[in-house]
Nanobody
Framework: QVQLVESGGGLVQPGGSMVISCAAS????????MGWYRQAPGKQRELVARITSRESTNYADSVRHRFTISRDNAKRSVYLQMTNMKPEDTAVYYCNVVGPVGWANERSYWGTGTLVTVSP
């Protein structure tokens, strides 16, 4: 079982920046794909960004060139740096890890979410 703890959400003005973080409980995090999803009110949860164990990344079209995902395996953490934020970025952001990738016991784990609000 892997526990995930998100931090760093809150209120930011349009055009502003914010970094959210997620710390995982497993020391084997280097074998996991890590990612961020978000869910806005009345909408389905959607992928924001994902980073593999080899640090290959992919982003939702809506955030490409504004958001950057990164990971630090030594700190068991994944980060989402958000810039030029828009009101439509308002959502609960969820950390997700999947792994150990390719192993028989591969599973997906979710954090409890952190609220990000973009408003004047």
């Amino acid at each position: 079982q892997v526990q995930l703890v998100e931090s760093g959400g809150g209120l930011v003005q349009p055009g502003g920046s914010m970094v959210i973080s997620c710390a995982a409980s497993t020391s084997a995090i280097s074998f996991y794909t890590m990612g961020w999803y978000r869910q806005a009110p009345g909408k389905q949860r959607e992928l924001v960004a994902r980073i593999t164990s080899r640090e290959s990344t992919n982003y939702a079209d809506s955030v490409r060139h504004r958001f950057t995902i990164s990971r630090d395996n030594a700190k068991r953490s994944v980060y989402l740096q958000m810039t030029n934020m828009k009101p439509e970025d308002t959502a609960v952001y969820y950390c997700n890890v999947v792994g150990p990738v390719g192993w028989a016991n591969e599973r997906s784990y979710w954090g409890t979410g952190t609220l990000v609000t973009v408003s004047p």
